[in-house]
């Protein structure tokens, strides 16, 4: 069963920026699809982000375009994300999971704090 790890996040100002890392342990396939989602107290769990394992594919939730990217690195197992012009309201756990259907065991997440 593939799990996934999360790292990158922590304390940033408003309108800095954070690359987030999401490896992947097991089996990753190019017709797999993988996404960031984020958490805020009291919130149910959003999709921010996704990405195909192969080709250009891409989603973003409307609040995170032309701030934030999505890519990935195969051979790494890794999909990233790059959060530029950090807004508070992007303050939450960050987690990633499969894009379509998040049925991997969810990880501990990392926490963005965006704050002055």
């Known amino acids: 069963q593939v799990q996934f790890v999360e790292s990158g996040g922590g304390p940033v100002q408003p309108g800095g920026s954070l690359r987030l890392s999401c490896v992947a342990s097991g089996s990753i396939f190019s017709t797999d699809t993988v996404g960031w989602y984020r958490q805020t107290p009291g919130t149910l769990r959003t999709l921010v982000a996704r990405?195909?394992?192969?080709?250009?594919?891409?989603y973003y939730t409307d609040s995170v375009k032309g701030r934030f990217t999505i890519s990935r690195d195969n051979a790494k197992k890794t999909v990233y994300l790059q959060m530029n012009s950090l807004k508070p309201e992007d303050t939450a756990v960050y987690y990633c999971?499969?894009?379509?259907?998040?049925?991997?065991?969810w990880g501990q997440g990392t926490q963005v704090t965006v704050s002055s």
């Open positions: 999971n499969y894009g379509m259907s998040p049925n991997a065991p």
């Open positions: 990405i195909l394992m192969s080709g250009d594919s891409t």
